[in-house]
């Protein structure tokens, strides 16, 4: 019992001194991301795209578990909230998987293949060990929500509604 609390506060502890980035690096800007029409893009372009706006970032692959439970929570997500912009990040194994699942599972938003996979420039910047991951991005650019791995979180919730 004592070794459950004493791990608890030390991931308690860890967690409260771990910040948030409020704001992409330079190099995540710069990672190359592929468009449905297999043009290539930069984080900077697609931010670029929606300035201005409300975004939410899925990171998923249509191979993993959790990112299709997920999914259904995300559609609701954009049922309640239409005016937010829904990335798609994938991180399928092959661009045709990625393309058909988009079809298969009817995901509607902006929709972009992550070249650089888990690695890159962008899944170093966010960290990435797990999807799916979600990201809230405030009308102004900046990260309100920046490590989330359900479409339930409380943060994301009540960060749409502001």
Not at 11 to 34: N, Q, R, Y
Request: glycine share 6%; hydrophobic share 40%; net charge negative.
């Amino acid at each position: 019992m004592v070794k459950k609390v004493m791990l608890l506060l030390l991931v308690g502890l860890v967690s409260c001194t771990l910040e948030s980035p409020t704001t992409f690096s330079k190099k995540a800007l710069e990672d190359v991301f592929i468009t449905l029409n297999n043009e290539e893009v930069t984080f900077d372009e697609i931010l670029t795209k929606n300035k201005g706006k409300k975004i939410l970032i899925d990171v998923w692959a249509s191979w993993c578990i959790d990112c299709l439970e997920n999914l259904p929570k995300v559609k609701k997500l954009q049922e309640e909230n239409p005016d937010v912009v829904y990335l798609f990040l994938s991180l399928d194994r092959d661009l045709q998987s990625w393309r058909n699942s988009i079809e298969r599972l009817e995901i509607k938003g902006q929709h972009y293949y992550m070249k650089s996979g888990w690695e890159g420039k962008f899944g170093d910047f966010l960290g990435l060990s797990w999807i799916p991951r979600y990201v809230l991005i405030n009308e102004t650019g900046g990260i309100e929500v920046f490590n989330a791995t359900k479409a339930t979180d409380n943060l994301i919730i009540e960060g749409l509604k502001k």
